[in-house]
C-alpha cells in the first residue's frame, strides 16, 4: 500500500507561483512514475507532468516552460514548481504513483485546489 499526500495548493494572482509536494509513504518500489494530474470543474483530468525513478520526464504543452517537476528521494517526495501561472490552471491537483514491474495498480493522492485570479 502506498499513501500520498499533496499540500502548497492555494490562491495565487495571474503571474505569480505555487510550489506543489507530494509526500509518498508505505511499500515505495526502486522503478515507478510519479505524476502531476489536474482536474478542472466539468473538465477531464489531465496529465500536467511525470517523472520517473531515472528522472526522465515529460510535460504537457500547456504548462512547457512554465512548470517544473522534481524529486527528493531521500524524503519520497515530488515537487511541481509552477510558475507563470496562468487563470486557466485553476485546477484541482493530483498526484499519482505507478509502481513498475510489478503486478500492482496506481495510487492517487487527495488532491490539493490551486485557484489563479485574473
Known amino acids: 500500500q502506498v499513501h500520498l499526500v499533496e499540500s502548497g495548493g492555494g490562491l495565487v494572482q495571474f503571474g505569480g507561483s505555487l510550489r506543489l509536494s507530494c509526500a509518498a509513504s508505505?511499500?515505495?518500489?526502486?522503478?515507478?512514475?510519479m505524476s502531476w494530474y489536474r482536474q478542472a470543474p466539468g473538465k477531464q483530468r489531465e496529465l500536467v507532468a511525470r517523472?520517473?525513478?531515472?528522472?526522465?520526464?515529460n510535460y504537457a504543452d500547456s504548462v512547457k516552460g512554465r512548470f517544473t517537476i522534481s524529486r527528493d528521494n531521500a524524503k519520497n517526495t515530488i515537487y511541481l514548481q509552477m510558475n507563470s501561472l496562468k487563470p486557466e490552471d485553476t485546477a484541482v491537483y493530483y498526484c499519482?504513483?505507478?509502481?513498475?514491474?510489478?503486478?500492482?495498480?496506481?495510487?492517487w493522492g487527495q488532491g490539493t485546489q490551486v485557484t489563479v485570479s485574473s
Open positions: 499519482n504513483y505507478l509502481p513498475l514491474g510489478v503486478p500492482r495498480g496506481d495510487y
Open positions: 508505505g511499500s515505495i518500489f526502486n522503478m515507478y512514475v
Open positions: 517523472i520517473t525513478s531515472g528522472d526522465s520526464t
